[in-house]
């Protein structure tokens, strides 16, 4: 975050911040604020659903010229265009496209473990899985908050299910989809994961499962690409300490998901300049170079020199620019309630045993609406 | 003159209760009132005038994770008002003899109250951890058996929330006993040592129904805790391990903001409403009728 | 703090020789040990340094004692952008606090005094309602009040904070002091009545001065309880005035980085030194207030 500050203050912008830990809690705050007259100028949001009920109601200013300027339309991913283009116009500027199914890695762990390569498909990871539990390691290190559980979720049905299954249960919504044999082989597939946590998963954050690897006390971790963050600042570097596969296949899809700021009406034309200075300096070449080197992204333009970049991140963007690969977030059709009722089962399923026909059926039923 | 005082007396009475009937009415009343409202309509991140029925509150009984906060917040009400008062009088009885160091002791007890979940969320975290916490401290004195992992388990994450919160509480209820013994007639005391009545027979039949004032108050207070237990589950397992100690006002707070549908927050408000109603209601109905004063 | 009136024919003996005692003293120090557990913890982190952290157990005592935690934590730990430590929030909080407080106080005692004495058309329906207002969760009444504060430009105030709480806190406050003045005995009022009283002066020059152990409980309770509130500050406060709580929460949940736990267990102290100070030393006054008054339910 202090790229970016520090980016608007050379643009120009005067940087005042309100800091919220916890991503639901900030989203809460700056609802209420923007409800109780007191917007702030920006606000981090998801790029997807989340803010379409604010455009609904007209709180928030469009970005068009910024996005003309900077030719938008040309540079950013279709699942990114799709979320801050709404009827036309721009309401978001995006600052980071992350990718949140990456399978990371110890290579001392899977070395001690006798896992050769890199497994290249589920059933070598289970079979990789299960060497790193005989060595007495912590096979696939995992914190047990519902969001961390639903991403491995969308890891199985993206590789193992494939991009047909995901859209048609993600976007289209299609409830024969979700009561298919396939969907259920991805639910049973995300349920045998769990037996390869360890005992103290429920509850930890991310980068405590993340430590796990770098201490190479377990072998994998599902998770995005923020991760090289804390393998950074540890000073473990890909390739060497660590290993990223993006998917299983040479066509695995690439989901984004990305953050954006929207910037509600304020009424005040100095808050309108400010706010769209913000949004040119974020969405600039530098930035971006500098935010995702900081933050594990990617830029969200694809006109940046990525090979300053480390290779896990220049891999995400070679893959990002074919086309057919990318994937939007569930997110990114899903309204928030969906996705919270979704993410619901799915951290039930993975804690508590059900009949899996009961999950498929509850799961069709909360993305019915 | 005397009436004329009093006339103007009255109405300053109700002047100086205006505050209180703004608060009342507009606040409390006027924010059931419109959580209702919006229940009944199909908003999302915003209130919008539609009605949709109770097509709300049929998703909301529909609703797995409320039906288990439910189930939650009934069995973790039971088990916290109980341990409460029974630790809370057991404290009080053995402070109550204790003469010597019985203030720094009531002060032991006590500074509980004085911290928020917040602060101590992490720590009891920690200490129910299987890996780090009790559980791997008493394994490394030698019990290489022990199991103390009720926070990562399923079916005993609720309980951990009790401990915490019962330590946060029973500190009040201790002092709001303490206080009531030291109303006790002297009399009494004397009475029973000699008659040579074992301690704990005089506790139980004696003192304590002559207790059931400040029991009274320490209950109604706990139950309000009950009702608004919220921060040690976000502190201490978000919900989890699942959804296992998932709790009421944490579904409607999820719903607020993250899962941008007020209107099933707002049937799940009032439906907590309603139970308070009932709970409360045979309560302000005694009292309605105890305290009818003369003039 | 001896017993009920204090007058025990005992023979003196020494505690050491009396098993019965002896039994007594074990017992609650056990108790004692429980109680203090999350303290000890917090306590010992808060003085390691993290690879001593990472390394020991929980329980284990600090090789050393280093300050730098607690240093870091009041001036230089990040909360957000800016890496002022939780110093920052200190002052808001205090600046919430004091106002709240006696705000509370007073509306409580006043309304307390008008319920108690005066026969009001209404009054025990109000009361009533307030009565099931204090079971309702904040997250049930957040949305209505910032809808209703917004019009007013109160939302994000200073002065809306503590509308907030002061709003919050009737319930409880009306409670304790209808109670205590209820229990008071009511000659007193009437013969200050009939001396030609009026309704302000039989409550400040009588009734206030009579209720201070009362005031005190209030007080106590009224001010630990908003210096722990967090959700209300984070929504009510505004940027200029969030309070420690809010600061704390930054510091300690982190989504992002390497979480320092000294840091954090030295910030979490440092927040609650204010409602642990204040319970240490007025806890005296705290068990005579509800000694003095609120028995009756």
Request: charged share 15%.
């Amino acid at each position: 975050m202090r790229t970016l500050a520090d980016a608007y203050r050379a643009a120009g912008g005067d940087w005042v911040d309100t800091a919220v830990a916890g991503n639901e809690q900030a989203r809460a705050v700056a609802l209420s604020r923007i409800v109780g007259n007191d917007a702030p100028a920006a606000a981090l949001f998801n790029a997807s659903r989340q803010f379409r009920e604010l455009i609904d109601q007209g709180l928030l200013i469009t970005l068009d010229d910024v996005a003309q300027r900077e030719g938008w339309d040309a540079i950013l991913p279709e699942p990114i265009l799709n979320a801050v283009r709404v009827n036309g116009h721009y309401y978001a500027a995006p600052v980071s496209l992350h990718m949140p199914t990456w399978i990371w890695y110890s290579k001392a762990a899977l070395r001690k473990a006798g896992v050769e390569r890199e497994p290249t498909s589920f059933a070598e990871l289970f079979v990789a899985l299960d060497r790193l539990k005989a060595a007495g390691l912590i096979a696939l290190a995992h914190g047990g908050q519902a969001w961390q559980d639903n991403i491995v979720f969308r890891a199985v049905l993206a590789n193992l299910g494939g991009r047909e299954l995901y859209l048609k249960a993600f976007r289209d919504r299609d409830a024969a989809a979700i009561a298919s044999p396939q969907f259920r082989e991805v639910l049973t597939t995300f349920k045998r994961l769990h037996g390869y946590v360890d005992a103290g998963s429920p509850g930890r954050n991310w980068n405590d499962a993340t430590a796990l690897l770098i201490s190479n006390r377990a072998g994998f971790q599902i998770m995005g690409d923020w991760v090289k963050a804390e393998f950074s600042s540890a000073g473990k570097l890909p390739g060497r300490d660590y290993g990223c596969i993006p998917g299983f296949g040479a066509h695995s899809p690439y989901i984004i998901q990305g953050d954006a700021f929207v910037f509600p009406r304020s009424g005040s034309a100095a808050t309108l300049r400010a706010q769209k200075l913000l949004a040119s300096a974020i969405t600039g070449k530098a930035t971006q170079l500098a935010f995702s080197a900081l933050k594990g992204s990617i830029p969200i333009r694809a006109d940046v020199d990525v090979s300053t970049l480390d290779q896990c991140a220049r891999l995400g963007v070679s893959i990002m620019k074919d086309r057919s690969r990318q994937l939007g977030n569930d997110e990114t059709w899903l309204t928030p309630d969906q996705n919270g009722a979704l993410a619901d089962i799915l951290t039930e399923y993975w804690n508590r045993d059900l009949a899996v026909s009961v999950v498929q059926q509850r799961i069709a039923a909360a993305l019915a609406d | 003159m005397i009436t004329r005082r009093i006339d103007s007396g009255l109405r300053r009475a109700h002047l100086a209760l205006v505050p209180m009937a703004l608060v009342a009415l507009v606040c409390y009343l006027g924010a059931t009132l419109w959580s209702l409202r919006i229940s009944l309509s199909s908003s999302r991140s915003f209130p919008v005038s539609d009605f949709v029925g109770l097509a709300q509150y049929r998703r909301l009984f529909s609703n797995e994770r409320w039906l288990h906060s439910l189930g939650n917040l009934a069995t973790y009400g039971l088990l916290f008002v109980a341990a409460c008062l029974i630790i809370g009088w057991l404290l009080a009885i053995l402070i109550e003899r204790e003469v010597r160091m019985g203030g720094a002791l009531r002060l032991v007890f006590l500074y509980p109250y004085a911290m928020s979940f917040i602060a101590t969320g992490l720590v009891w975290q920690w200490l129910l951890n299987p890996g780090l916490g009790i559980q791997e401290a008493v394994r490394r004195w030698g019990f290489s058996q022990f199991r103390f992992d009720w926070l990562v388990d399923q079916d005993h994450a609720l309980y951990t929330i009790v401990i915490a919160t019962v330590w946060q509480a029973s500190g009040l209820v201790m002092t709001i006993l303490l206080a009531g013994m030291r109303g006790i007639d002297a009399d009494i005391w004397r009475a029973a040592r000699i008659d040579a009545v074992p301690a704990w027979r005089l506790h139980l039949w004696v003192i304590a129904p002559m207790l059931a004032a400040p029991f009274a108050t320490a209950t109604l207070l706990l139950l309000t805790g009950v009702a608004k237990l919220y921060d040690a589950v976000v502190a201490m397992t978000q919900g989890g391990p699942g959804t296992a100690s998932e709790v009421p006002t944490k579904f409607i707070m999820d719903h607020l903001f993250g899962r941008a549908n007020i209107a099933l927050a707002s049937a799940g408000a009032t439906v907590l409403v309603l139970s308070a109603l009932i709970v409360m209601m045979p309560l302000i109905y005694a009292r309605a009728r105890s305290s009818r004063r003369p003039a | 703090m001896s017993g009920a009136g204090g007058e025990r024919p005992s023979v003196p003996r020494r505690w050491y020789t009396d098993p019965a005692r002896l039994g007594l003293l074990a017992l609650l120090l056990s108790a004692a040990l429980c109680f203090l557990l999350p303290l000890y913890v917090m306590s010992l982190t808060s003085f390691k340094s993290m690879e001593e952290i990472r390394n020991t157990s929980l329980f284990a005592l600090p090789p050393q004692l280093s300050f730098a935690a607690w240093q870091a934590a009041w001036s230089s730990a990040c909360t957000g952008v800016a890496c002022n430590g939780i110093s920052a929030g200190f002052w808001n909080s205090v600046l919430i606090v004091i106002p709240s407080t006696l705000i509370a106080v007073g509306l409580g005692a006043l309304n307390g005094y008008a319920l108690a004495f005066w026969r009001l058309r209404g009054a025990g329906v109000l009361f009533a309602v307030l009565m099931i207002g204090a079971f309702l969760p904040i997250q049930v009444m957040m949305l209505p009040l910032v809808r209703l504060l917004a019009p007013l430009h109160l939302v994000g105030t200073l002065t809306g904070i503590i509308i907030v709480h002061v709003i919050f806190s009737m319930p409880v406050m009306t409670l304790i002091f209808r109670n205590y003045y209820a229990a008071l005995p009511r000659e007193l009022f009437l013969a200050a009545r009939l001396d030609g009283a009026g309704f302000l002066y039989a409550f400040l020059r009588l009734m206030l001065p009579m209720s201070l152990p009362m005031l005190a409980v209030a007080a106590i309770m009224q001010a630990t309880g908003v210096w722990n509130d967090y959700l209300l500050g984070l929504v009510f406060a505004g940027r200029e005035h969030l309070p420690m709580t809010v600061q704390l929460n930054n510091l300690v949940n982190t989504t992002t980085g390497t979480r320092e736990y000294n840091v954090d267990m030295a910030a979490t102290l440092l927040t609650a030194l204010v409602p642990l100070l204040i319970y240490a030393l007025a806890g005296r006054w705290f068990v005579r207030g509800i000694a003095a008054g609120s028995l009756k339910a």
